[in-house]
């Protein structure tokens, strides 16, 4: 493999998803072999895993290999889950496309996981804008309309916050009922 060639790629691709998702998703081969998009994800986590090293004067050395391995996981499970929900709201592609376009909308992951500290903003900022990229991405990998497309990409989150304030009630009612029975 050669790395001066691996890391061109990454970066005009990560320019063009991060500058260009229009035009980058309009024009995108999704039969491209799975090689690309891993490649592209792992050199993502990389960098993330590097800043947060440096950035935490190398307390957080272990990040270079979790980040990869997290983003990896997260293009492969959120894009099955996506995929779902674009078929929910008559979406017309592949299983496969919908994981690799998953997979180059992690771009945003450089980022959201790379900074420590004031991480919190800079990753809700960007995942705002992998949203906004899940949407256009949608829209090319599965002939949706915007609306449609933005239904199929925000109903994971939806589902996933009303079972998360369920869980959390239910643990902050288990605690009271706890501490007001002398368990804690």
Same mark, same amino acid.
């Given at each position: 493999?050669?790395?001066?060639?691996?890391? /061109?790629?990454?970066?005009? *691709?990560?320019?063009?998803?991060? !500058?260009?998702?229009? /035009?980058?998703?309009? +024009?995108?081969?999704?039969? /491209?072999?799975?090689?690309? $998009?891993?490649?592209?994800?792992?050199?993502?986590?990389?960098?993330?895993? &590097? &800043?947060?090293?440096?950035?935490?004067?190398?307390?957080?050395?272990?990040?270079?290999?979790?980040?990869?391995?997290?983003?990896?996981?997260? +293009?492969?499970?959120?894009?099955?889950?996506?995929?779902?929900?674009?078929?929910?709201?008559?979406?017309?592609?592949?299983? /496969?496309? *919908?994981?690799?376009?998953? =997979?180059? +909308?992690?771009?945003?992951?450089?980022?959201?996981? !790379? $900074?420590?500290?004031? =991480?919190?903003?800079?990753?809700? &900022?960007?995942?705002?804008?992998?949203?906004?990229? &899940?949407? $256009?991405?949608?829209?090319?990998?599965?002939?949706?309309? *915007? +609306?449609?497309?933005?239904?199929?990409?925000?109903?994971?989150?939806?589902?996933?916050?009303?079972?998360?304030?369920?869980?959390?009630?239910?643990?902050?009612?288990?605690?009271?009922?706890?501490?007001?029975? !002398?368990?804690?």
């Amino acid at each position: 493999m050669d790395m001066k060639k691996t890391w /061109e790629e990454f970066a005009a *691709t990560w320019k063009a998803v991060m !500058g260009r998702p229009e /035009e980058f998703f309009a +024009t995108w081969d999704p039969a /491209e072999g799975w090689q690309k $998009v891993i490649v592209f994800n792992v050199i993502c986590g990389l960098i993330g895993g &590097l &800043l947060t090293t440096v950035l935490t004067f190398f307390f957080g050395i272990g990040a270079i290999v979790r980040y990869p391995l997290s983003i990896l996981a997260m +293009t492969f499970v959120g894009g099955v889950v996506l995929f779902l929900c674009f078929k929910l709201f008559g979406g017309q592609g592949g299983i /496969e496309p *919908t994981i690799k376009m998953m =997979g180059y +909308t992690q771009a945003v992951r450089v980022f959201s996981i !790379g $900074v420590p500290f004031i =991480g919190f903003p800079i990753g809700f &900022l960007a995942s705002l804008y992998q949203i906004w990229l &899940l949407i $256009v991405g949608g829209r090319a990998v599965h002939g949706l309309d *915007t +609306t449609r497309a933005a239904l199929a990409v925000l109903l994971p989150a939806i589902v996933f916050g009303i079972f998360s304030l369920i869980g959390t009630l239910l643990f902050g009612v288990a605690m009271m009922t706890s501490w007001h029975m !002398g368990g804690g």
